[in-house]
């Protein structure tokens, strides 16, 4: 039985409004009809099955398509082939014009594992991607790894490895943004928590505003190589404990759904790229707790320093622009992001993300694709916690 009463007078969060949206008969929460009428994308809405979970994630063997891939990029860019390419800035982010993502072969994907693992983030305008519908995205993304299913945000119907983010045309959102805070952006790698976060990730922006929705990237590459040198090999050798605990406790609060229980991972704080063998940051303010092997007061300190050295670093930084029919391809992995909420009209903004998951973080290449960490000294700091 569906205890209707009960999910009625929960508090969910901007995504579900209880006063104004709907449950269908299974118990399943969707979008209010006027609002999914008004939708260009309806068959994106996103909607919250209480009933669906799922079992805890597996380890698995990743190769990243960047390894099969034509170091000349032949496939994705072939001679014979009108496009244009346009950096966003001199070592991260790339735009591209006159490649239609849709059309890709197999090779041509792996190409673009390597190019994105190279640029970072990679921006495609002009694409039919998203209009080809939930199942097609689903089935395109599936060549560059298992696809993540998120553990309490809205999918789909039936498509449960899209990530949907919608903010309805509503004159209050922009006021409920900044309710309880000054400022919403929020530095990030998607699901760091997970055993193997993910790797390379589409987004697009199905409705937006005509100006503003942007989202701001981080280069966590070059924010290592800023480093001193004893600075870089302090850092070696650390590691940093991943928690999806405080997410499952918001949802719980705002009465979301919780598909999987939650989970805590150790991950190294400089980590190795299994394609570009390059060495990166890799710290997340939302999930990362603490540096097992310091004191909680030398991890925080050190934290701060890490996040405050990528956030306000602008020459590490790129601004995405959502134009119509953009697809923006990123490496969850050496970047960390943020959305920009600075709209104010009552615009809808209507954004789907597929995110593969890729290997298990190693700070040596030795260790890629072993099924359990290799932690040496770290378990015993972590029976300190």
Not at 209 to 224: H, K, L, M
Not at 230 to 239: A, M, P, V
């Amino acid at each position: 039985m569906v205890d209707f009463e009960r999910i009625k007078n929960q508090d969910f969060d901007i995504h579900f409004q209880k006063d104004t949206d709907e449950i269908q008969e299974d118990g399943t929460l969707i979008i209010n009809r006027q609002n999914a009428a008004n939708s260009k994308y309806p068959e994106f809405l996103p909607t919250w099955n209480p009933a669906e979970k799922y079992p805890p994630l597996k380890f698995f063997k990743h190769e990243d398509p960047g390894l099969r891939a034509d170091p000349e990029l032949r496939n994705l860019f072939p001679l014979d082939k009108e496009f244009r390419t346009k950096n966003i800035t001199p070592k991260m982010g790339t735009e591209v014009f006159g490649i239609q993502l849709s059309q890709l072969s197999d090779a041509a994907k792996d190409d673009l594992a390597l190019y994105v693992a190279k640029r970072k983030v990679v921006v495609f305008r002009d694409q039919d991607w998203a209009s080809k519908g939930p199942k097609f995205i689903t089935d395109f993304a599936k060549h560059y790894g298992r696809l993540h299913i998120h553990p309490t945000s809205g999918a789909p119907k039936g498509h449960p490895e899209l990530h949907i983010t919608y903010r309805r045309a509503d004159p209050n959102e922009f006021e409920k943004a900044f309710q309880h805070k000054n400022s919403n952006i929020d530095w990030h790698s998607d699901v760091s928590y997970e055993l193997q976060p993910s790797g390379t990730t589409f987004f697009a922006v199905l409705e937006g505003p005509e100006a503003g929705g942007d989202t701001i990237f981080a280069n966590t590459v070059e924010a290592y190589n800023r480093l001193s040198p004893d600075f870089q090999k302090r850092l070696e050798g650390l590691h940093a404990l991943h928690s999806s605990l405080n997410q499952a406790q918001n949802s719980a609060g705002h009465g979301g759904v919780q598909r999987r229980d939650p989970v805590e991972h150790v991950h190294p704080l400089v980590r190795v790229h299994p394609v570009t063998k390059e060495k990166f940051l890799f710290v997340n303010k939302p999930f990362t707790r603490r540096i097992v092997e310091l004191k909680q007061e030398e991890s925080d300190f050190l934290l701060d320093f890490l996040y405050h050295h990528i956030e306000l670093a602008h020459d590490l930084q790129l601004r995405g622009r959502w134009e119509p029919n953009t697809v923006t391809v990123w490496d969850n992995r050496c970047t960390v992001h943020s959305p920009v909420i600075d709209w104010d009209a009552p615009v809808s903004r209507h954004a789907v993300r597929v995110t593969p998951q890729a290997e298990r973080p190693v700070a040596d290449l030795a260790d890629l694709n072993k099924p359990e960490p290799s932690l040496g000294d770290v378990e015993e700091s972590l029976d300190k916690i």
